[in-house]
Every structure is written in structure tokens, then in C-alpha cells.
């Protein structure tokens, strides 16, 4: 990676960061208020429409933007053959949505549901507009631009669900709020990268673009499989309340993943694509990136782990019980958020050399034990259970990664353990210290704070020492390269 893109990968690595960040501060902000304003059953409605309406977005997109943007070149031909594909699929699944929404209704025998899952169809005529502007700022990798565009969704959305939420409309706050995201989105993106509408369908593109995204495609499907089963599981067998404690244990417990995936990944896949016949800078790229997302993503969730009983009662129950029957998952899928961002870090390599075919089989695998065994594990052991399983499938695919990794870039074990077992370390000792010493600080509100505060501290410390400060004195020379502070 010559010094102008590696200046301009970490510039906007930082946009993200700064952009994710206070995004994220101002969704967990707008989601605690919702979470003490709505009831388990407002959010189990809609984790049970939003199942039908995730299974019908997986075929949205189709790999097309993918395979649009990691092109080296791109005429206008092949990009308006991409938005025509885009528009007749968008188009289709409004349609299919529209119509089909009452099986939704039947599955889960609540009419309410059929009504959020036509309005919420709307997005499929809504998101073919952000496409052509969204694949041309991140292929010029402007990043700065897209993360101000998700900033500005994110205040306003925030703002209209807390409003509509106080003035009673339980869970179609919600709906209505995603809904403007989409809408505030598309807008923005269109005034900053106009452009002019034109269909073209030249088919040995569009041939190509399936090529490419079939297998991500079928990937995702499987990934929403995945992902996804457990909830449509609790919500047909154990009803809209049960789920969601599960929904709200898997929202808070992928929270720093989602994050970190929206930082990091969005940045990697076009820039690794950039230099895609340079592998050993590939490598090292990914090794290092690998260890700056497992301390990151270690230190927030195992900070929340052990906050978790406090975070639940005294966050977003308002000092009340109303969620603690959710917190052994949360903390089961707090661990899981570590181990799952440290797994999708391999995706911008393998996609850089055009091996999507990976990460279906890989996929494929999970899910076969997972589905077989989702619905004893959920009779015999509940929802805990569940977010167990999800953990525990999440190790099926190291087998196939690690090879795979050799392969493409001559990663090996110890150099994977090399960068990990740090904030594994640290993530032991904090568990150990505040389960040992649990009754340190005060069961409330301000206790928590003390205790997140001290945890993250001390992960910090445990990790420092375990890596003589290296992360700390990278991390303070990449602030000085982009800009950030005075270099030293």
C-alpha cells in the first residue's frame, strides 16, 4: 500500500470511527429512553416482522454492490446495469412483500404484524436510489462524506422515534423511525453525489455481477439463516414477550460489533480491493487490523458483561426488573460479539481476491447444526440456551477460515494467536477480579459507571503490560499520521 492510500485509509478509518462513535452514543442514548418507555412485547412484535422482512432483504441486493464496486474500472454502462438490476429487484419485493405480508401474520399468529410489514416494504422502493451515489463515494473511498450522511440519520431518526414513542405509538415508533433513516439517507446521498437516472441492462455485465454475488448472496441467506432462526424460533414457540428479552439480549450484545463492522469493514473491502495483487501487505494489513478490532471490541463487551445485571436494571429498566430476565443471554452474546467480529475480519481478503465461495460453506455448515438443533436446545434450555448455541457455532467455521487465510496470504496459527491472546488475557482477568469481588461497588445506577469504568480500566492495564504498551504507542502514531494530534 504506497503512503497517499495508506494515509487515506486511515483518515478514513478515523471518519468512520468519529462518525460511528457518536452515532452510537446517540442510538444507545435514543434506545435506553425507548427501552424504558416501550414494554418486552412492543419490541417481540417487532422482532417477529422484522424476521419476514430480513428474510425478503436478503434478496436486495444480490451481491450487486459488491461486485460494482470492487471493480478496478467501471463504465457507465456497467454501473446503470447495476442500478437497473437494483430497481427490478427492489421493485419485485415491494411487491412480494406487499401481498405476501399475511403468511407473516399466520406464522405467528398476530394480525398486527401484517400491517409493520407492509409499511415497512416501503424501504425497498426507498433504498434502490442510494445506490448509485453510495457505490461512487466508496469506490472514491469518501468516507468522510458517508459517515457525516450516517451521523445526520442517526440524530434525526433518534429524535423522531423518542418523540413518537412519548406520544404513544408503542411500536411503530420504531417502524416509522426506520423508515426516515432510509428516507434521510437517500436524500443526502443524492445531494452530495447527484445523478441522473438511466436504466441499461447489458447482460454479459449483469452475468458477471450474479457470478460474483451469487455466492455472497446465498452466503447472506444463509448468514440471516443464521442469525435469524433463533428469534423466528422464540417467537413461534414461546410468544412476542420471550422474544423480546431475546432481541434485546442480541441488540445490546452486538452492539459494539455492529460498530466496529461499520468502521472498519466498509473501509477494508475497497481498499484491500485496491491492492488486491499486493498479499503480503494484504497480510499485514490484516493482522494488524485484527488486533486493533479484538482489543477494541474485547474491552467494550467484556466491560458490559460484567455490568450487565446493572446495565439491564438500572439503564434500561429504569431501576426496575422489567428486563433482567434477558441478562444470562446478554452476557452469553456479549462473548459472542467478541469471537464475531474477529471472524468477519477475514472477509475483505477473501473478497479481495474474488473468493466469495468461502464464506457459503463455511455458512452452510453452521447453519446445518444450528437449525438441527434449535429447537431442542431452546425446549430444554430456553432462550440462555440459544445464545449458547449461537457462541458455539461460531468455532465451525475456523476450520475452514484458517486454511483458507494460509492460502491467499500465508497467515499461520501463531501469528493469529500472536495478535489475539493479549485481549484474551485481559479479558480473563477482568471476569476474574469482578466475579471474585462482585460486591465492590453499590447495586445502582452509580455503580455501574464506577464498576464499567473500572473494568475498562483494568482490561487496559492487563493488556498494556501483556503487550509492553505497543498498542498504545501505535495507536498515538496513527493519530499523529492522520492528523489527529501534534506528531511526536
Not at 399475511?102 to 399468529?109: E, K, S
Not at 420471550?242 to 481498499?271: K, Q
Not at 477475514?346 to 455458512?363: E, H, T, Y
Not at 493519530?479 to 511526536?488: N, S
Amino acid at each position: 500500500m504506497n503512503d497517499s492510500l495508506r494515509s487515506k485509509t486511515l483518515k478514513n478509518i478515523g471518519y468512520n470511527t468519529i462518525s460511528k462513535f457518536f452515532s452510537m452514543a446517540v442510538q444507545a442514548v435514543a434506545n435506553i429512553i425507548l427501552t424504558r418507555i416501550l414494554l418486552p412485547a412492543d419490541y417481540g412484535i417487532l422482532g417477529l416482522a422484522y424476521v419476514f422482512i430480513a428474510f425478503i432483504n436478503q434478496f436486495n441486493d444480490f451481491g450487486i454492490s459488491g461486485a460494482v464496486t470492487r471493480r478496478l474500472t467501471l463504465s457507465d454502462d456497467q454501473l446503470y446495469t447495476g442500478f437497473t438490476m437494483k430497481f427490478l429487484l427492489g421493485l419485485a419485493l415491494f411487491l412480494i412483500t406487499f401481498v405476501g405480508a399475511p403468511i407473516a401474520g399466520l406464522f405467528f399468529d398476530n394480525p398486527v404484524i401484517v400491517n409493520v410489514v407492509r409499511v415497512s416494504s416501503l424501504q425497498f422502493l426507498i433504498n434502490f436510489f442510494q445506490f448509485i451515489p453510495s457505490v461512487l463515494l466508496t469506490r472514491e473511498l469518501n468516507f468522510k462524506a458517508i459517515s457525516s450522511i450516517n451521523m445526520i440519520s442517526s440524530i434525526a431518526t433518534s429524535l423522531i422515534a423518542i418523540t413518537l414513542a412519548y406520544s404513544g405509538f408503542s411500536f411503530w415508533s420504531l417502524v416509522i423511525a426506520n423508515l426516515f433513516t432510509m428516507v434521510c439517507s437517500v436524500t443526502l446521498m443524492n445531494i452530495i453525489k447527484p445523478i441522473k437516472i438511466r436504466f441499461c441492462l447489458d447482460s454479459s455485465v449483469a452475468m458477471e455481477y450474479f457470478r460474483f454475488g451469487g455466492n455472497l448472496f446465498l452466503t447472506g441467506l444463509v448468514a440471516f439463516a443464521i442469525l435469524n432462526v433463533n428469534s423466528f424460533v422464540v417467537g413461534a414457540v414461546n410468544g412476542a414477550t420471550s422474544l423480546g428479552y431475546y432481541n434485546l439480549a442480541a441488540s445490546w450484545g452486538s452492539m459494539v460489533f455492529t460498530v466496529i463492522l461499520g468502521v472498519v469493514m466498509s473501509v477494508l473491502n475497497p481498499t484491500f480491493a485496491r491492492f488486491q495483487d499486493n498479499l503480503p501487505k494484504m497480510k499485514n494489513v490484516f493482522l494488524q487490523g485484527l488486533g486493533y478490532v479484538t482489543v477494541v471490541s474485547a474491552m467494550l463487551n467484556i466491560t458490559l458483561f460484567v455490568t450487565a445485571s446493572e446495565f439491564l436494571c438500572f439503564v434500561l429498566g429504569k431501576g426496575t426488573d422489567k428486563w433482567l430476565p434477558a441478562v444470562s443471554s446478554f452476557q452469553i452474546l456479549c462473548i459472542y460479539g467478541i469471537f464475531r467480529i474477529m471472524i468477519y475480519m477475514v472477509a475483505p481478503v477473501f473478497l479481495a481476491v474474488g473468493n466469495s465461495r468461502i464464506f457459503l460453506v463455511s455458512d452452510l455448515l453452521v447453519a446445518i447444526v444450528q437449525l438441527s438443533l434449535v429447537y431442542p436446545v431452546l425446549k430444554y434450555f430456553g432462550i440462555e440456551g440459544l445464545a449458547l448455541l449461537l457462541l458455539g457455532v461460531t468455532f465451525i467455521q475456523l476450520p475452514i477460515y484458517i486454511p483458507g487465510l494460509r492460502r491467499v496470504v500465508d497467515v499461520q496459527w501463531r501469528e493469529l494467536l500472536s495478535v489475539v491472546w493479549p485481549s484474551f488475557i485481559a479479558s480473563i482477568v477482568v471476569v476474574f477480579v469482578f466475579f471474585t469481588w462482585e460486591n465492590i461497588f453499590e447495586y445502582s445506577l452509580a455503580g455501574f459507571f464506577k464498576k464499567g469504568i473500572a473494568a475498562a480500566l483494568l482490561f487496559i492495564i492487563v493488556h498494556s503490560l501483556a503487550t509492553k504498551g505497543r498498542y498504545i504507542i501505535e495507536f498515538r502514531g496513527i493519530l499523529g499520521e492522520v492528523g489527529f494530534i501534534a506528531k511526536q
